[in-house]
């Protein structure tokens, strides 16, 4: 006795288009696919380390260039987790590097939807803030 996958109704993938042509393949778009967290942050956290070299390369001075290096693990950082100092840094660098800047926010932004409970059943309020969230996410891009 297996599982009965008559029922499934959602399937999460990695974001491999091989993978989401699979599901599709076996189950005929009847599934709703839908990427896991884990692949699309680190999707996200990979286009992040990719604005900070070009950051880096276009840096007028050597100065420049290590204080972006020195941001790599800084930029992926929850807000939660940030010390003063490293608040601080941010801020400058909503200054020097808006671009970069905006990118952190979004992957911080896309990270609180991802903590937020959004069934409909245990929070409506939440639900529908999760959806303005994600809605507010994807303009942003």
Known sequence: MGI???????????????????VVAVFDNKVKIVADRFHVMQNLQEAIHKAR?????????????????????LLLKKDKMLTAKEEQRLQELKVTHPT???VTRLRQRLYEWYETDHSLQKRP?????????????????
Do not use: C, F, P
């Open 100 to 102: 970069l800047y905006a």
């Open 125 to 141: 309020r939440h639900s529908i803030n999760g959806l303005k969230m994600l809605k507010s996410w994807l303009v942003n891009l």
């Open 4 to 22: 009965d996958l008559s029922q499934l109704e959602v399937a999460a993938t990695d974001l491999w288009l091989h993978s989401r042509d699979a």
């Open 53 to 73: 070299r070009q950051a880096q390369k276009q840096a007028n001075t050597e100065e420049e260039r290590k204080q972006l290096k020195g941001l790599r693990y």
